[in-house]
Structures are given as C-alpha cells and as structure tokens.
C-alpha cells in the first residue's frame, strides 16, 4: 500500500500587469484548504504577489479562475522580508510547476 501524500502542485497561469510589482495567477493541485473570516474555504486559483515598494513581502490570496473577486486574506505561504513566489508557495505546501 502507498501511503506517500501526493504532490501539492502549483502551476503559473500568467501574469497579472494590472497589479503592483510582480504578480501571478496559479492553478493549485489539489485546492488550499485555507480558513478566512468568511470560514473555511478551498482555493484552486490563488494570486501570489510581490512586492517591493513601501514594504517587501510576498502574499498569497485566493481568487477565481480569472484572477477577480480576490478575498484579501493573506493565505498560508504568505510571508514579510522577500519577493519570492516559489518560497511562498513552497511555503504553503506546493511544489512550482516547471
């Protein structure tokens, strides 16, 4: 019997411009399980943000499968001190997609 937990996977879908310093809308495989103040949720499309302006920090927030209706709450991952989307998202369990 296997009883190894199967990769976590995070595939970049494309680049969103429209945001501030360096940002990506991924696919999650499977979802984040994540709790926000709306209560549990499930993420499969989540935005990793970088940024290195006023403040250096990489965030991870959950959207849907365009990269809209963004929920704001920094999900695991997330983290202050670096503009790093692979850490985050190693961060948060998944492995990058190459």
């Given at each position: 019997m296997?009883?190894?937990?199967?990769?976590?996977?995070?595939?970049?879908?494309?680049?969103?411009?429209?945001?501030?310093g360096?940002a990506?809308?991924y696919?999650?495989?499977?979802?984040?399980?994540?709790e926000?103040?709306?209560?549990?949720?499930?993420?499969?499309?989540v935005i990793?943000?970088?940024?290195n302006?006023?403040a250096?920090?990489t965030y991870?927030?959950?959207c849907d499968?365009?990269?809209?209706?963004?929920?704001?709450s920094e999900?695991?991952?997330?983290?202050?001190?670096?503009c790093?989307?692979v850490?985050?998202?190693n961060?948060?369990?998944?492995e990058?997609?190459?």
């Open positions: 296997n009883t190894t937990a199967p990769k976590k996977i995070a595939t970049r879908l494309r680049t969103l411009p429209d945001w501030h360096d990506a809308l696919e999650l495989s499977p979802p984040m399980a994540a926000t103040w709306r209560g549990p949720v499930e993420r499969r499309y990793v943000s970088a940024i302006h006023w250096v920090e991870i927030f959950g499968a365009d990269g809209a209706n963004v929920d704001y999900l695991d991952g997330s983290f202050q001190g670096g790093d989307h850490r985050a998202l961060g948060a369990g998944y990058v997609a190459a």
